[in-house]
């Protein structure tokens, strides 16, 4: 009676996850502008100064301006 099974283990070269490629950039999208990002990092300088703001005013013990 014929074995139904194989005898050996076929061997499987190479396994690891295949991952897609990350996008390049989305097709007709421009770049982002000069003064977009001059005004991104003014707004995170903004952010930040009133953190340290608030930090000041609540080890001071005064209520911040």
């Given at each position: 009676?014929?074995?139904?099974?194989?005898?050996r283990?076929?061997?499987?070269?190479?396994?690891?996850?295949?991952?897609?490629?990350?996008?390049?950039?989305?097709?007709?999208?421009?770049?982002?502008?000069?003064?977009?990002?001059?005004?991104?990092?003014?707004?995170?300088?903004?952010?930040?100064?009133?953190?340290?703001m608030?930090?000041?005013?609540l080890?001071?013990?005064?209520p911040?301006?």
């Open positions: 009676m014929p074995r139904t099974f194989l005898t283990r076929m061997p499987r070269h190479h396994l690891m996850l295949h991952r897609a490629p990350p996008p390049r950039h989305r097709a007709g999208a421009p770049p982002p502008r000069t003064s977009d990002l001059v005004l991104a990092l003014l707004g995170v300088l903004l952010l930040a100064a009133l953190a340290l608030a930090a000041y005013a080890t001071a013990g005064t911040a301006p």
